[in-house]
Structures are given as structure tokens and as C-alpha cells.
């Protein structure tokens, strides 16, 4: 399957990977960069701008892309997600 990437979304991703996240930092969730080339940026669906806190160190996935995270959400869920949908908001102190 290849889809258009536009030069804009292409631009936004670069310098933000690979990011590593330590227990403590917080979160933001944004859409990852395209899997292959000239494809659309993917998005974490209802959780984008969404905040939370890491709780684990990378794990690493079966692809390599963004490693996945243990977190807590501001409702006080636990899951696991993707590192390559993160973005920081805060470092832990």
C-alpha cells in the first residue's frame, strides 16, 4: 500500500525519533511519523493530546520503532502504548 506523504507532515517528524522515556516524565500523545514511505502520519485515536505519566522502562517491541511504555492516565489507568505516539511534556525531576 502506498499513500502521498505531504513535505509538511514529513517535516514535522524530523529530530523527534527515536525518543527514550524514563519512569516519571509525562507525556503527551501525538500522531506517529508513517511506518513506510510516502504514507500518512499515524494516529493513536482517541488519545491524542491526552497526558500521562511513564511508569516502566522500555520494553522492547517486535518492530524497534518506539519501544512500548507502561503508563498511568490522569484518570488513574494503567496500560501499555507505543513510544513512537509520545511526545515529552515534562521531564521527572
Known sequence: MTCA??????????????????????IRFV?????YP????????????QLA?????IQEDYHGWGGI????????SVFSYHGDFMELAARAQ
Open 5 to 26: 506523504l505531504k513535505k509538511s507532515d514529513a517535516k514535522s517528524f524530523e529530530g523527534r525519533f527515536p525518543q527514550k522515556y524514563s519512569p516519571g516524565d509525562m
Open 31 to 35: 500522531p506517529a511519523p508513517p511506518r
Open 38 to 49: 510516502n504514507c500518512h502520519p499515524r494516529s493513536p485515536e482517541n488519545l491524542v493530546n
Open 53 to 57: 505519566i511513564v511508569i516502566s522502562d
Open 69 to 76: 511504555y507502561e503508563l498511568v492516565s490522569t484518570d488513574g
